[in-house]
């Protein structure tokens, strides 16, 4: 057996020029997503709050992308299911309660928006719509904006595999394209559009779609977060260097309800749904640092009760917040009397 060569011997986050305190940073990100995924379920079943759109099964891939991107200068259009995204980049458990819990504090937008309607300007979030695919278009806007102005920024936009055959789609992809814009299109594929499995919505891949607007197209599995990470990590090189956009389709799992609105077993079996459960990248990631020695069982503990503990200090300061007054409804959507035109 030939012996490995000093960069086999690396391990998979050392050769991505990842460390290990940020592959052990990456890992509670994940978890916490997760955490606050399942207890704002539980909120919502309890009739504390009135709905969520979940994304457990899909913190890996999001949290992989965020660190593979500028977490300081870029600019991000993430979707609906995003919090393992949105906390990577620097929102809060308070903010994102303040969200769930529709009150007036939310920095999202006031309470005015449903829960995963992301938006915050000091993270350069760009506030999302309920139209699905809309913020593909407006992605690229940004990414124009980018290279006008010589930024050596990009921008980056997420959606599920429903939302790639929207007009938005490809009228986002047409546009970058012919102008080779730095936006990096990462399509969150976890197998539904709702109550529509990805057998009646495409025929063939998402990734395979970027050849006909003219730049690459990769599919990556979504549950691995170095794959993930591989591949923003060269999507953005390529787009800071002029070289247009990149498509990326993460391969993932829904392992929760479209919303609380949503019975998912009426289109899909439980044992699907735990078949799938068996991929689940969280967990996958946690045996990797243990085997690394960069994690343990007992430090996995300590997190899991320090970020419990979180949740509790968000969820009572969200509760006890002040929902927004009825006349706020009309600020920001006229001008004031006096305001300069």
């Not at 992989?64 to 990577?88: I, T």
Request: hydrophobic letters at 40%; charged letters at 25%.
């Amino acid at each position: 057996m030939n012996a490995k060569t000093p960069l086999e011997q690396k391990l998979k986050h050392e050769q991505l020029g990842l460390s290990d305190q940020k592959v052990v940073e990456m890992y509670k990100y994940m978890l916490l997503a997760r955490k606050l995924d399942e207890r704002i379920l539980l909120l919502q079943r309890a009739g504390k709050i009135n709905f969520h759109v979940s994304g457990i099964g899909q913190e890996v891939a999001q949290v992989a992308a965020a660190f593979a991107l500028d977490r300081e200068r870029d600019y991000f259009l993430p979707y609906y299911r995003d919090y393992g995204f949105v906390l990577a980049v620097g929102m809060t458990l308070k903010e994102l309660m303040l969200s769930s819990f529709a009150k007036a504090e939310d920095p999202n937008s006031g309470g005015r928006q449903m829960p995963g309607h992301f938006g915050s300007k000091r993270l350069r979030i760009v506030t999302g719509s309920s139209p699905v695919t809309t913020q593909v278009p407006h992605a690229v806007g940004f990414a124009l904006a980018a290279k006008m102005q010589k930024k050596d920024v990009v921008s980056f936009v997420t959606f599920g595999e429903g939302s790639s055959n929207q007009g938005d789609f490809h009228e986002g992809c047409n546009f970058a394209g012919v102008q080779k814009l730095p936006v990096i299109i990462m399509c969150e594929n976890n197998q539904y559009a709702i109550s529509v499995p990805i057998h009646k919505q495409l025929a063939g891949k998402v990734s395979d779609r970027a050849l006909g607007y003219g730049f690459p197209g990769v599919r990556v599995d979504g549950n691995d977060a170095f794959e993930v990470f591989a591949a923003v990590k060269e999507a953005r090189e390529r787009a800071v260097r002029g070289e247009g956009p990149t498509l990326i389709e993460a391969m993932l799992y829904r392992l929760s309800p479209h919303s609380t609105s949503d019975n998912d077993l009426a289109y899909r079996t439980k044992e699907e749904v735990e078949e799938n459960r068996k991929k689940d990248g969280i967990p996958r990631f946690k045996q990797y640092l243990i085997e690394c020695g960069l994690w343990s069982e007992e430090q996995d503990a300590a997190l899991s009760k320090e970020l419990a503990e979180q949740l509790k200090e968000a969820i009572e300061y969200a509760d006890r917040a002040p929902f927004p007054k009825p006349e706020d409804t009309l600020l920001h959507v006229y001008a004031d009397e006096g305001e300069e035109k």
